[in-house]
């Protein structure tokens, strides 16, 4: 997880972080008394409807549901270093109302970046994998440490310029020619791979019984963390997830325009038939 000196946050993203500060202050003797033991990483699970009490965090999480809990979970991280707690914690929202609740069919890219809950039967697992979340790189002139946030599944994104060395340049910037010789300034940049930071993450192929043919519906799901290689083929799971987008199969993001629509699972527990 990041730490939010790493981070530019705008605004909404300013009172993201006040309003998870508020909710997890008002759940420090759980977070003080919450046994994680010695797992690396624990799920910290909060129920939907606390979020919903503080109605601006509800409409951040409606609206933004990736930075939202993203930011929820940095909080949630430095609370548990106040308590002590050796765990990682993965914030995992519970409980969301019956009006989430969606039939994967009827998913369209209208839905994009929307929260949505769902019962569904694993068909398939593929192996686990990790990604690049952030990337480090730097500075070959001033050694400056440069982060950048990657994007899940789409190219490694580097460094236009060096901040540091950009306000440097321009304090000495005089003449229309200095100005041109800026914009060709050759910035240079090392990749610095052990301090990049990466998150576990599996595919699974989840299906549903199609509620317009005799069929099931399947559709790519992905989970993260904690829950790589929890479940299994066979499995019945009610889900809570963010609908995304991805590239067709086999296919380059940047050259085919095509989509498809995935689901970034958020929060998942087996059903017991």
């Known amino acids: 997880?990041?730490?939010?000196?790493?981070?530019?946050?705008?605004?909404?993203?300013?009172?993201?972080?006040?309003?998870?500060r508020n909710l997890f202050e008002s759940m420090s003797d759980q977070i003080e008394t919450f046994e994680a033991g010695?797992?690396?990483?624990?799920?910290?699970?909060?129920?939907?409807?606390?979020?919903?009490?503080v109605s601006r965090l509800q409409s951040s999480l409606t609206n933004w549901p990736g930075d939202c809990i993203e930011l929820g979970g940095i909080v949630l991280s430095e609370q548990f270093r106040v308590y002590n707690h050796n765990s990682r914690?993965?914030?995992?929202?519970?409980?969301?109302?019956?009006?989430f609740n969606h039939e994967l069919e009827s998913l369209r890219m209208r839905d994009r970046s929307k929260i949505i809950t769902a019962q569904v039967k694993v068909k398939k697992t593929r192996e686990y994998m990790g990604w690049l979340k952030t990337a480090t790189y730097t500075c070959s002139r001033c050694q400056e440490k440069v982060i950048i946030k990657q994007r899940l599944g789409r190219n490694r994104e580097s460094p236009l310029r060096c901040r540091p060395c950009f306000n440097e340049i321009l304090k000495h910037m005089k003449n229309e020619t200095d100005i041109a010789e800026f914009f060709h300034f050759p910035w240079s940049f090392d990749f610095d791979q052990e301090l990049c930071t990466y998150q576990d993450i599996q595919y699974l192929e989840v299906e549903q019984k199609s509620q317009s043919k005799n069929a099931q519906f399947s559709m790519t799901s992905l989970v993260r963390e904690e829950m790589v290689g929890l479940f299994h083929g066979g499995d019945v799971l009610n889900v809570a997830g963010i609908v995304r987008i991805d590239h067709m199969p086999k296919r380059n993001f940047e050259k085919d325009t095509r989509r498809i629509l995935y689901l970034d699972i958020?929060?998942?527990?087996?059903?017991?038939?």
């Open 89 to 99: 914690p993965i914030l995992r929202i519970t409980n969301f109302p019956a009006n």
């Open 266 to 273: 958020i929060q998942a527990s087996k059903v017991d038939l």
């Open 38 to 53: 010695e797992a690396p990483t624990i799920a910290f699970e909060v129920d939907y409807e606390k979020i919903a009490s």
């Open 1 to 20: 997880m990041s730490n939010l000196g790493d981070i530019e946050l705008h605004g909404a993203q300013q009172d993201m972080l006040h309003d998870w």
